[in-house]
Nanobody, 112 residues
């Protein structure tokens, strides 16, 4: 079992920045962030493996940066140049050998 504790999120104006954090109860090979906007499917935002390999959704490339602290089992998502279409509930995800664990979700709202 893996517990994920998220922090960050909130309300920001378009063009602003936010930082999300997610701490896992133990080391996980791949950690990342998904988001789900009202009426839409949950989608991958960014993911990072323990060796630093990253993967980003096309819509956030160049604006969002994912990083992790392996010693603290924590993953971060720095979100810059936020747009109203980034508004969603953001979920921390931990993927261990194909088994997914999820955080409780944190709301990110970007006003125009």
């Amino acid at each position: 079992q893996v517990q994920l504790v998220e922090s960050g999120g909130g309300l920001v104006q378009a063009g602003g920045s936010l930082r999300l954090s997610c701490a896992a109860s133990r080391r996980i090979f791949s950690m990342g962030w998904y988001r789900q906007a009202p009426g839409k499917q949950r989608e991958l935002v960014a993911a990072i493996t323990s060796d630093g390999t990253t993967n980003y959704a096309t819509s956030v490339k160049g604006r969002f940066t994912i990083s992790r602290d392996n010693a603290e089992n924590t993953v971060y998502l720095q979100m810059n140049s936020l747009k109203p279409e980034d508004t969603a509930v953001y979920y921390c995800n931990a993927n261990q050998l194909g088994y997914h664990y999820w955080g409780q979700g944190t709301q990110v709202t970007v006003s125009s």
